[in-house]
């Protein structure tokens, strides 16, 4: 994980100065809808978060070039239980990772391209929202979560399409997870089982 954060952190910094005649770095942020893995997951589960960070694109070719990512990113998923008799509300199950994307760019158009690669992530922290009514009586709590129930490394796969409007870019990602998000024979399993991390990414940034 070090090994690939140092890697990450040099083609940020270096990265647009080797190809200073076409490579570009800037800022990107956006709307996440997280969701994770689990049995009887639904559109209801998915938890509106954001993130935000820096990129550096280096061309490789007229087609072709690779966008190492530093991103904030806040997944989870979000739990209903209006159904309750008891209870009335929700719950946001809420995970702050680092990500460290990198990218594949294949360059379809002058403005439009074709991003995909993998994806390293460290779990910064965890916690629970909680936001509803108890018999009747309006009850709200944010609960930190230990960081010891959960995988502190997550990976996995992103895909998207990227629009530059020069100099501004939008697009949108899929991300999805390859590790499960709770420790095996831990407490957190119990509750989510093998659930791994499912977001969709819909971003703006501006190059400099």
Known sequence: MKKFIVI???LLG???????QN???GIKGGLNLASLSTDGNSDKNLKMGFHAGVFTKIPLSESLAIQPELLYSGKGIKLNFD???VADGEAKFN?????LPVKLVFNLAEDFSFEVGPYVSYLMSANVDTDGEVFG?????EDELDRDHFNSIDYGFSAGLGFDLDPMIVGFNYNLGLKQVANSNDVAEDLIG??????IQAYVGFKF
């Open 8 to 10: 990450t952190l040099m």
């Open 14 to 20: 270096f990265g647009s100065q080797m190809y200073a």
């Open 23 to 25: 490579g570009y770095s």
């Open 83 to 85: 159904e309750s008799m």
């Open 95 to 99: 995970l702050h990772y680092i990500d």
């Open 137 to 141: 009586a309006d009850f709200t709590s």
């Open 194 to 199: 093998d659930a791994k991390n499912m977001v």
